[in-house]
């Protein structure tokens, strides 16, 4: 069972930057791909980036590349660095993980979630 908890969430103003974090539970091995998805209201969940268990693979949404940056933390989660948001980015952000396995980062499946942390992006 892994469990996950994000922080870092919050209100910035469109061109800010924000950084979230996600924990894993002691009890969670390194051996995971985590991702970030979110999920604005009345539409549905999209992914947003992806790192493998090492951090030496990436994948990201054609939305965020070059804005946005995935890594591996010491927490055994992931960190997600936002730059130059967007009004669109508004959203719950949450982060995933998923055994490693054979396959690419995205599309997947992932089997364990995080609560979410909400973004707020004001024009």
């Known amino acids: 069972q892994v469990q996950l908890v994000e922080s870092g969430g919050g209100l910035v103003q469109a061109g800010g930057s924000l950084r979230l974090s996600c924990a894993a539970s002691?009890?969670?091995?390194?051996?995971?791909?985590m991702a970030w998805f979110r999920q604005a209201p009345g539409k549905e969940r999209e992914f947003v980036a992806a790192?493998?268990?090492?951090?030496?693979?990436t994948a990201y949404a054609d939305s965020v590349k070059g804005r946005f940056t995935v890594s591996r933390n010491s927490a055994r989660g992931t960190d997600l660095q936002m730059n130059n948001l967007k009004p669109d980015d508004t959203a719950v952000y949450s982060c995933?993980?998923?055994?490693?396995?054979?396959?690419?980062?995205?599309?997947?499946?992932?089997?364990?979630w995080g609560q979410g942390t909400q973004v707020t992006v004001s024009s």
């Open positions: 995933a993980a998923d055994p490693v396995g054979s396959g690419p980062l995205w599309p997947r499946s992932y089997d364990y």
């Open positions: 790192i493998n268990w090492n951090g030496g693979n």
């Open positions: 002691r009890r969670t091995s390194l051996s995971y791909n």
